[in-house]
Each structure stands twice: as structure tokens, then as C-alpha cells.
T-cell receptor, first 110, second 111 residues
Framework: GEDVEQSLFLSVREGDSSVINCTYT??????LYWYKQEPGAGLQLLTY?????DMKQDQRLTVLLNKKDKHLSLRIADTQTGDSAIYFC??????????FGTGTRLTIIP | DGGITQSPKYLFRKEGQNVTLSCEQN?????MYWYRQDPGQGLRLIYY???????QKGDIAEGYSVSREKKESFPLTVTSAQKNPTAFYLC??????????FGPGTRLTVL
């Protein structure tokens, strides 16, 4: 079955770049997503990338996809305290069912 | 305002009791989903429904039941058969080919 893996924790100094990594197993995935979850809240879609793309940039966010290695990353430039959250990657075929990673808790060090 | 609402935000249940979590959306989405979130385990799919009056089991459906009598509503019942029901429950909705939108979640605690 599908499996999506992430590191559980990441600490970054304020102003530095954060890079959150994700690996997945399902090569038929057509969409790969990054969601953000703030404490006690639901998930908010940050960005997504089609599987035929290598990179997508949206303001401070850059998504890189290495389809050969089934590796997805999210880079957050100039990390701020408001970026503290849990970040989930997810893969899907269309959008009928998504498989989520375990989530990476990003902590910002002042 | 369009969105997904879940109620209540916090719910306490005694062992052996059934409890129903509410999920309503006014986004006119066809599909709705229920996930369970436990620390360090990400989100796991309980049930999903792609159309009214139809639903499918997800990865961890045992001990749960759902109904989809209206497009806007997808309530989840946590039955007494669910051995470890304490968790954060998230509801989501989407239209085909588009991203899933999530509600704010319900935290269920079994006393």
C-alpha cells in the first residue's frame, strides 16, 4: 500500500530557511500536497504540485519534486515565528483519497 | 462565509457510550471525509463519501459508522466497539480533482 514518511521534528532559527522533507512510495500519484496545521486546528492547504512538475514556487514557499527518488521537499524562506506548526505532505491520485505523512513539527528558535 | 464546521470542539464520553460528531459544509462539495489524528501518526482515513447515500470504508473503519443523507452533512458515530477512541477527529470535503478543505476538528476524550 501507499506509505508517506516524514521526520517528526525540525528546529530552525528565525530568519533562516526551513526545509521539510517527505518520501512516498506510490508512483501513480498525480498530486502531492503540503498542508499546515496550527495547534488545535484543522489543516490548511499551503501548496501542491503535479507529478509532472519538478518545482513550484509561491512567495516564500518552494516545492521540489524528485520523482525518480519519490522525494518531495518544502522550503520556507525567511522563516518567521508564525511558521511554527505541523506540516503534512500528502499524495493522491486525483483527489479521491489522500495518504498523509506523519507530519513534521517545525519549531522556530528566536 | 463558505466553509466546513465541526461540532462540538471538545467532547467527553464515558466508556461504553456511542457518540456522534457533526460535520457540515456549505461549499457544495461532492466528497466528504473523516480522519483520525493521533500524535506522531499523521492522519488516518476512517470513512469517505463521494456522493449522497454512498460511502466507503477507509483504513481504520472498525468501530465507526457514518451516514450521508444530505450533500452538506456527513456525521460520524464513534461506537462502543472502538477500543481506543480518544483522538482528534478531522472532517474534510472536496470536489473531484481539487484539494481537500478541512474543518477545525473535534477532540474526543473517553473518560
Amino acid at each position: 500500500g501507499e506509505d508517506v514518511e516524514q521526520s517528526l521534528f525540525l528546529s530552525v532559527r528565525e530568519g533562516d530557511s526551513s526545509v521539510i522533507n517527505c518520501t512516498y512510495t506510490d508512483s501513480s500519484s498525480t498530486y502531492l500536497y503540503w498542508y499546515k496545521q496550527e495547534p488545535g486546528a484543522g489543516l490548511q492547504l499551503l501548496t501542491y504540485i503535479f507529478s509532472n512538475m519538478d518545482m513550484k514556487q509561491d512567495q516564500r514557499l518552494t516545492v521540489l519534486l524528485n520523482k525518480k527518488d519519490k522525494h518531495l521537499s518544502l522550503r520556507i524562506a525567511d522563516t518567521q515565528t508564525g511558521d511554527s506548526a505541523i506540516y503534512f505532505c500528502a499524495e493522491g491520485f486525483g483527489n479521491e483519497k489522500l495518504t498523509f505523512g506523519t507530519g513534521t513539527r517545525l519549531t522556530i528558535i528566536p | 462565509d463558505g466553509g466546513i464546521t465541526q461540532s462540538p470542539k471538545y467532547l467527553f464520553r464515558k466508556e461504553g457510550q456511542n457518540v456522534t460528531l457533526s460535520c457540515e459544509q456549505n461549499l457544495n462539495h461532492d466528497a466528504m471525509y473523516w480522519y483520525r489524528q493521533d500524535p506522531g501518526q499523521g492522519l488516518r482515513l476512517i470513512y469517505y463519501s463521494q456522493i449522497v447515500n454512498d460511502f466507503q470504508k477507509g483504513d481504520i473503519a472498525e468501530g465507526y459508522s457514518v451516514s450521508r443523507e444530505k450533500k452538506e452533512s456527513f456525521p460520524l458515530t464513534v461506537t462502543s466497539a472502538q477500543k481506543n477512541p480518544t483522538a482528534f477527529y478531522l472532517c474534510a470535503s472536496s470536489n473531484p480533482g481539487n484539494e481537500q478543505f478541512f474543518g477545525p476538528g473535534t477532540r474526543l476524550t473517553v473518560l
